[in-house]
C-alpha cells in the first residue's frame, strides 16, 4: 500500500557543488496509520510536495520500515490496535539511528491536555487533533523535509571534507616516498630508480585527477589572410 519509489541520493560533486542537470533527491516521508482511508486522505493531500511517501500500517510495519531508510518525518497515528503511537514513538526514539527523526502525532482524540503532554513526552515535535487541516499539515511537513535536506547536505560536505583530507594525506606519503627514491639516484642502479619513481609521479597523478578543473579553451588566434595571386601576366617593359 502506498507509492513507495526508489530514489537513490545523488552524491554530491568533488568540489561540493550541485551537478546541475542531477535529479533532484526526494525525501522519504513515513505515514503511519491502520486505517487504509486515512492513508490515502494523508497522501493525497501530501502529494504537491514531490517527496517519497512510505506507508505503514501498524507500528511493527514502522519500526521495520525504519530500520532500512532514513525518513525526514514521521506522521504516526495515536490510536492503533497493538502498538499504538505512543509506544511506536517511544520505540523509535530509543534507537540511535532515528532518535532524532521528528514525530507529528495525528490523532482524533479530543483536545485534552494530558494527551498532548504524553504526546510530547514521548518525543513528539507536534501534535494535530483530526479532522486537520489539509494546508496547515502540509506547511508543517515541509518544513521537517527542508531541515533534513539541509542536514543531508552538511553531512555530505563533512563526508568530502574528510576524503579530501585523506587525499592529502596519502600525497604528502607517497610525495616523502619519492624524495627517498630520488635520494637514490646516486647508488649503481638508477634505472631502477627512476622507474620507481616514475610510478608513484603516476600514483599521484591519478589521485589528483579529481581535483583538476577544466580550463576554458583559449580561441585560436586568427589568421592573417594571405594577399590573393594576381593571374595577370606581368607588365611589359
Given amino acids: 500500500m502506498g507509492c513507495e519509489r526508489v530514489t537513490e541520493r545523488a552524491g554530491g560533486l568533488v568540489d561540493g557543488g550541485e551537478d546541475p542537470g542531477a535529479e533532484r533527491p526526494r525525501s522519504k516521508i513515513l505515514l503511519v496509520d491502520d486505517r487504509p482511508d486515512n492513508l490515502m486522505a494523508l497522501e493525497a493531500i501530501l502529494a504537491s ?64 491536555p494530558h494527551h498532548a503532554f504524553r504526546g510530547y513526552a514521548v518525543g513528539a515535535v507536534d501534535y494535530i487533533a483530526k479532522p486537520f487541516d489539509p494546508w496547515l499539515l502540509r506547511a508543517k511537513v515541509s518544513v521537517f523535509v527542508e531541515l533534513f535536506e539541509k542536514g543531508e547536505r552538511l553531512a555530505e560536505m563533512a563526508r568530502q571534507q574528510i576524503r579530501h583530507f585523506d587525499l592529502m594525506t596519502e600525497v604528502t606519503e607517497r610525495l616523502s616516498a619519492l624524495e627517498v627514491l630520488l635520494e637514490g639516484l646516486a647508488t649503481p642502479s638508477p634505472e631502477e630508480t627512476l622507474a620507481a619513481a616514475a610510478t608513484e609521479v603516476r600514483g599521484l597523478v591519478v589521485k589528483m585527477r579529481p581535483f583538476a578543473r577544466q580550463t576554458p579553451q583559449q580561441p585560436s588566434a586568427p589568421s592573417t589572410p594571405r594577399p590573393a595571386r594576381s593571374s595577370a601576366p606581368p607588365p611589359a617593359p
Fill in 49 to 112: 510536495l514531490d517527496q517519497e511517501l512510505v506507508t505503514a500500517s501498524s507500528g511493527e510495519e514502522a519500526l521495520k520500515r525504519l530500520l532500512v531508510d532514513d525518513f525526514a518525518v514521521i506522521l504516526l497515528d495515536v490510536q492503533m490496535p497493538g502498538m499504538d503511537g505512543f509506544e511506536t514513538a517511544n520505540r523509535i526514539k530509543q534507537r540511535g539511528r532515528t532518535r532524532d527523526t521528528p514525530i507529528i502525532f495525528l490523532t482524533a482524540i479530543d483536545r485534552e
